[in-house]
């Protein structure tokens, strides 16, 4: 190859690897499959299960998140592992998490696994940790230790666990010395064990950036709680267990694409967050179907 040949080429390969590289950047993510809390249709579920699931399914969801296990106001309404399974499938959905209670985690776990085999679950996940548990350093390193455990457990059967925040995570903790109780757990749980499902919107209103915490912790945020918040700082604090003394000003939830959370912003940063499922949730609904359809064409059209 002569000199000039060589120029060529390498200009040519220059060019095209420049222009792979501006094409990648300006590639159009969108979510596949978006996914649903079906704590946002609690009430619905209560008088009529069924129903309810097959109402979701025809807004257009294909994933769907149980409220909890074994718990009497969530959960499987009293069905069974395996009538739930067959009415997923004949909706034609998946359940690829489901919250369980801390007790659940301590005192239930092998038959919470089992569940979770049955109905499809690949994720279980604790979604809180009890405010007198939280006043000591002791209540905080106990939960990492039990979170490191039940992780390690049910990895042995090819289940994932993870913990879901809300706001008060994210309250500098007098107890642990005046670290974020969230950084701590991130810190404390063993990534191989412990996953972390994020509530945007909770992270959001404590004035904490997700993309940050993407960036420090990269693929540990596999599945992410989607749900907008309005800012009114005249509203009165309605949120205060979920949010501790960490929000300093009022506001209300709000359908996704409705209030001021940037989502093209966020997720942009899905694959370093290593984001695999998009779950809708609205503590508050109005209108509980019509809300769970604006926020799933939002999100089912939006594009990062």
């Known amino acids: 190859m002569n000199r000039r040949t060589f120029v060529g080429t390498s200009l040519a390969a220059t060019l095209a690897t420049a222009a792979r590289s501006a094409w990648a950047a300006d590639t159009v993510h969108k979510i596949d499959r978006v996914g649903l ?91 809180s940790i009890d405010e007198k548990q939280r006043a000591q350093a002791s209540g905080w390193q106990r939960a990492a230790d039990l979170f490191n455990k039940a992780g390690e457990a049910s990895a042995k059967v090819g289940i994932h666990f993870g913990y879901h925040n809300h706001s008060f995570e994210f309250d500098s903790s007098t107890a642990l ?46 599945l992410v709680h ?41 997720f942009a940063h899905s694959e370093k967050a290593g984001i695999k499922h998009y779950i809708v949730e609205n503590d508050e609904p109005k209108s509980a179907f019509d809300d769970i359809k604006i926020s799933y064409t939002y999100l089912h059209t939006l594009q990062f």
Not at 57 to 69: D, H, N, S
Not at 194 to 199: F, G, K, L, R, S
Not at 233 to 253: C, E, F, L, N, R
């Open 37 to 127: 809390q079906l704590y946002t249709v609690r009430a619905n579920m209560k008088t009529d299960f069924e129903g309810t699931i097959a109402k979701v399914a025809a807004t257009g969801y294909k994933e769907v998140e149980f409220a909890g296990l074994f718990s009497a106001d969530g959960g499987y309404f009293g069905r069974s592992p395996k009538d739930v399974r067959a009415l997923l499938d004949s909706n034609g959905l998946t359940s690829p998490s489901t919250h369980a209670g801390y007790d659940v985690v301590e005192k239930r776990w092998p038959e919470a696994l089992e569940a979770a085999k049955i109905v499809g679950h690949d994720y279980i996940i604790c979604p």
């Open 177 to 222: 010395g005046g670290k974020l109780p969230y950084d701590f757990f991130l810190q404390e749980t063993d990534p191989r064990f412990v996953a972390m499902e994020m509530d945007l919107c909770w992270i959001s209103v404590a004035s904490k950036d997700p993309v940050a915490y993407f960036e420090k912790y990269p693929g540990r945020f596999p």
């Open 226 to 266: 989607v749900k907008d918040w309005i800012t009114e700082p005249s509203t009165t604090d309605s949120y205060k267990g979920a949010t501790g003394s960490a929000v300093k000003i009022g506001g209300h939830m709000a359908d996704v694409g409705q209030g001021s959370i940037d989502w093209r912003r966020i």
